[in-house]
């Protein structure tokens, strides 16, 4: 039997896979030289002065072996348009679509990678931006200047992060950003170092390299940005996600292991299975679908689970008590799906995606019998009213604590009966209530398992396992 690697010879081996080799670093490097000559020559033949230059993860040598993004960046003066440099970024590559942050930017897809081009002002220092991407070329600037050295312990850390599932500040996410990595191990000398630093995290943590913070936040993690003492970098950070980080180092550093950074991958849940833990946990499992809309995934979040949120309080009011739940976007839909077609006669589900909000109900049928708790006896005209709005009783009225009670006939005693009828009632958020009056569908329990799509197996099977690695 071999004995268990070490800890160095552990990171060793992960670091032999995210270390980009010296083909790929050189490919890289050959499209960012590639690009960049394009958009220069460019801006010469139309006299415009620009200054193009790599930023982000490529710049620095901390991307990961498999990563082909590339974030290029056209700055201008303070005083020009943006919309020339963005036409010089459309130019570059026959395939692209156009993108928005505060500023339209281009995402081309060239040489097998993935490009951003972002237009940018060139501005004096980072306090003096005019939107949030000027800062990025300060970033750079930074973490160029410390980071030597210290390569592979981000590498270490973002794969670790990932592994976890902590990693990325998009909504979607709410973790941790590449920018965000670089500065722990910055500030805390090392991968290993971060990892027992933020094991004994709490909330409210303050971190503050330059020394120079200009503003209190009330984040749970606050990272003062090195270069904009305004800004607090982790601003997206969730306290879950920040203490799902604290809670993994911890156990990383008590018993290492590979799957902290490669876990094993999710297998979607076989129809057996999806039923067997449906019925195991004998609750209610309902699940809404309906087409997501065309829009990108920092939008379409937010409200989902706003979305989520007002269904979720709907069916807690009407008795059907919620247990937990859960919403994604699949955009993937597997052959042998069940794709709805909406009003239009389109096809909801192919190229769009489908946007999926799964509740699991403590109880999920009632009585017909409901209970209702009026006025107190003496406030005569309230009485009058609430006996006139409830004619049909199968008890009552009668006083409980000096409260009028009736016994009426309850309207809905399923969770889809309630949901059919008042879907459209709530507030989903402005694109979501679109896209459920197009069309959407309710299933419950059982009919689960006519829902094919591996992604949605996979989701679920998330949801019933839940684990997280804490310790
Ligand atoms: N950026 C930022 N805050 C964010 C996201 C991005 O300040 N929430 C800036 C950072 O300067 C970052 C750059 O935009 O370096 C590029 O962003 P991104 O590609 O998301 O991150 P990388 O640092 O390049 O890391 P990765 O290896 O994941 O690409
Ligand atoms: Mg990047």
């Not at 507030?427 to 398992?449: F, M, P, T, W």
Request: hydrophobic content about 40%; aromatic content about 8%.
């Amino acid at each position: 039997m071999t004995s268990p690697p070490s800890l160095s010879e552990l990171l060793d081996q992960v670091l032999d896979r995210v270390r980009p080799t010296y083909q790929e670093r050189k490919r890289l490097k050959r499209v960012a030289v590639d690009v960049i000559a394009r958009i220069d020559e460019l801006a010469q033949t139309r006299k415009l002065e620009c200054k193009t230059l790599v930023v982000g993860s490529a710049a620095r040598n901390t991307w990961l072996a498999g990563d082909h993004d590339l974030d290029i960046f056209i700055g201008m003066p303070e005083d020009s348009d943006l919309d020339i440099a963005l036409d010089l970024a459309r130019k570059v590559a026959l395939q692209y679509e156009e993108r928005y942050a505060e500023h339209a930017y281009v995402h081309a897809f060239f040489e097998g990678f993935e490009l951003d081009l972002v237009p940018c002002y060139l501005v004096k220092d980072a306090a003096h931006i005019k939107s949030a991407v000027d800062r990025t070329p300060f970033h750079s600037q930074y973490v160029s200047s410390k980071i030597r050295g210290l390569e592979d312990d981000v590498l270490l850390l973002k794969q670790f992060m990932k592994g976890i599932g902590v990693y990325g500040s998009e909504l979607r996410v709410g973790g941790f950003s590449g920018y965000l990595a670089e500065l722990l191990v910055i500030c805390y000398g090392s991968f290993l170092e971060v990892l027992q630093n933020a094991g004994n995290w709490n909330p409210g943590e303050f971190i503050d390299l330059e020394g120079h913070s200009a503003r209190s936040h009330d984040d749970p993690l606050v990272m003062v940005d090195p270069v904009d003492p305004k800004r607090n970098v982790a601003a997206a950070l969730s306290l879950d996600n920040m203490f799902q980080f604290a809670a993994a180092a911890r156990c990383f550093l008590r018993h290492p292991d590979m799957n902290f950074f490669f876990p094993p991958e999710i297998k979607p849940l076989s129809d057996e299975e999806l039923l067997r833990s449906i019925q195991n946990r004998g609750s209610t499992s309902i699940l809404i679908e309906f087409a997501a809309p065309d829009l990108v995934e920092d939008v379409i979040f937010p409200q989902l689970r706003k979305a989520e949120q007002s269904i979720r309080s709907l069916l807690d009011r009407n008795g059907f008590s919620v247990l937990r739940s859960d919403a994604d976007w699949h955009q993937n839909i597997s052959p042998g799906s069940d794709d709805e077609t909406d009003s239009d006669g389109d096809k909801t589900s192919v190229s769009r995606g489908v946007a999926r909000i799964f509740f699991e109900l403590e109880i999920g049928q009632l009585p017909e019998v409901h209970r209702l708790v009026g006025p107190p006896a003496w406030k005569e005209g309230h009485v009058e009213r609430f006996l006139s709005c409830h004619q049909e009783l199968l008890s009552g009225p009668y006083l409980e604590n000096g409260h009028v009670v009736v016994e009426v006939k309850r309207k809905y005693t399923t969770a889809t009966q309630l949901l059919s009828a008042q879907i459209f009632d709530l507030s989903l958020g402005e694109h979501l209530n679109h896209q459920v009056q197009k069309g959407y569908k309710i299933c419950a329990n059982r009919d689960l398992l006519k829902t094919k799509d591996q992604d949605f197996r996979k989701f679920m099977s998330k949801y019933f396992s839940a684990q997280q690695k804490i310790c």
